[in-house]
């Protein structure tokens, strides 16, 4: 079992920033991949940005450039730069080990005002 712990998120004007942090614990193996997605109102949930233990990152393309991620002793970072309306919605921590389940955190809100 994994435990997904978030925190982070809130509310922020258009144009500014955010970060989130998800500190995974438990039955922790690599390699794995973590990361976020996010649902936003009226929508599926969607990939946001992955990171593997091998260094290789997915961004979905409406963040590239914008957000960036990265994780140090299995807590996944996302810095989420010039934020857009469309980037309000609930964000979700993802884990998944290459041989196991995947886990997904409880959902941090992130708000964006104009």
């Known amino acids: 079992q994994v435990h997904l712990a978030e925190s982070g998120g809130g509310l922020v004007q258009d144009g500014g920033s955010l970060s989130l942090s998800c500190a995974a614990s438990g039955a922790v193996f690599s390699p794995y991949v973590m990361g976020w997605y996010r649902q936003s109102p009226g929508k599926e949930r969607a990939l946001v940005a992955t990171l593997s233990t091998e260094g290789i990152t997915n961004y979905a393309d409406f963040v590239k450039g914008r957000f960036t991620i990265s994780n140090a002793n299995d807590t996944a970072f996302l810095q989420m730069n010039s934020l857009e309306l469309e980037d309000t919605g609930v964000y979700y921590c993802?884990?998944?080990?290459?041989?196991?389940?995947?886990?997904w955190g409880r959902g941090t809100q992130v708000t964006v005002s104009s």
């Open positions: 993802y884990y998944k080990w290459t041989w196991g389940l995947a886990y």
